[in-house]
């Protein structure tokens, strides 16, 4: 058998990284696989939160993922924190998992800094409460971006180590998906750096509720370089924001790089950026709509999310007991 399970954090907007590496390939899955998709809040709380902002931020993650054409009559979808289930096994993966694992682990320094003991044990423990959040369903396949691969990497150790531990099969080992040709999509003021939700600048990025007029002034405003559009992608190597730019219309007309330098070889990034601007407005357009209509109506919106929890309730309090059985817990 086989089920998806993803999730985003509910920090800030999600972003135009945030469809096109996760959210549209989801849409995608629920064709062919019972889908679970979670609103990760207690992810978020390792960073601080403000009480407020962060429930709206989980009520506009769940508009978000329906407007894009998550169906919530089809798939789970569903809050981490309202599904006991996920904190339980992550407390029971962590005490299988070495510290020397976790040391790794590239985000949390990342995201640690310097100041390494100023960091949070939540932040630093990350990775396990992800792990739990795929293995108390069982799940087969995680589609996710390039970026969350380490941590998939530590959820198929940690998932090994258990059932190697208590002789058993009992958690498949999740297969990463990263799909797509912008499962890296980066930042619109610096060609290196990923589009990301911390990032202090707006600019930096294309928010999945913006509208028209803000599209076009961000994608006017990305940084590129004098030189026209290639016409070739090996000529885009040592011009990342040009690339970057490319393969976002790429991504989002399903074209090659190929193609897309074809198409437009020699013309300038003015030229360029109005299609880029059309193409992206027309998509994320509905989408900004439809999030906001659903946000209208927030009691709609908790009451599936409240269906949502049910449903993943139901599998993950029978999986917990049964985690607690193989290691010698007793059950209710
Ligand atoms: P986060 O915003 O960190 O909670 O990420 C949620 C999902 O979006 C994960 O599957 C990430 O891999 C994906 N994602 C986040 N940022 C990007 C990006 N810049 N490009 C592609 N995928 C991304
Ligand atoms: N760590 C992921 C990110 O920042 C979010 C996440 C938490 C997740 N739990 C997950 C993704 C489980 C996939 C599966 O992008």
Known sequence: MSRILSGIQPTGYLHLGNYLGAIRNWVTMQNDYECLFCIVDL????????????????????????????????SIIFNQSQVTGHTQLSWLLSCLTPLGWLNRMTQFKDKAGKQKDQASLGLYAYPVLMAADILIYQATHVPVGEDQKQHLELARDIAGTFNRAYKTEFFPLPEPQILGTA?????????????????????????????????ALKIRKAKTDPAPLPFSPKELESRP???????????????????????????????????????????????????????????????????????????????????????????P
């Open 43 to 74: 992810h978020a709380l390792t960073t601080p939160q403000d009480p407020q902002m962060l429930r709206q931020s989980i009520r506009t993650a769940a508009a978000v993922y329906i407007a894009a054409g998550i169906d919530p009559k089809r």
């Open 183 to 215: 499962t890296r999509v980066m930042s619109l003021r610096d060609g290196l750096a990923k589009m990301s939700k911390s990032d202090p600048s707006d600019y930096s990025r294309i928010h999945l509720m913006d509208n028209a007029d803000t599209i």
């Open 241 to 331: 924001e040009a690339l970057n730019l490319i393969n976002i219309y790429a991504a989002l007309q399903g074209k090659t790089l190929e193609n897309v330098c074809q198409q437009f070889a020699g013309q300038s990034f003015a030229v360029f950026k109005k299609e880029l601007t059309d193409i992206l407005v027309a998509t994320l357009g509905p989408i900004t709509q439809e999030s906001q209509n659903l946000l209208k109506d927030i009691s709609s919106i908790d009451a599936l999310l409240a269906e949502g929890n049910a449903k993943a309730n139901l599998i993950a309090q029978k999986n917990i007991e049964e985690v607690h059985n193989i290691m010698g817990l007793l059950r």
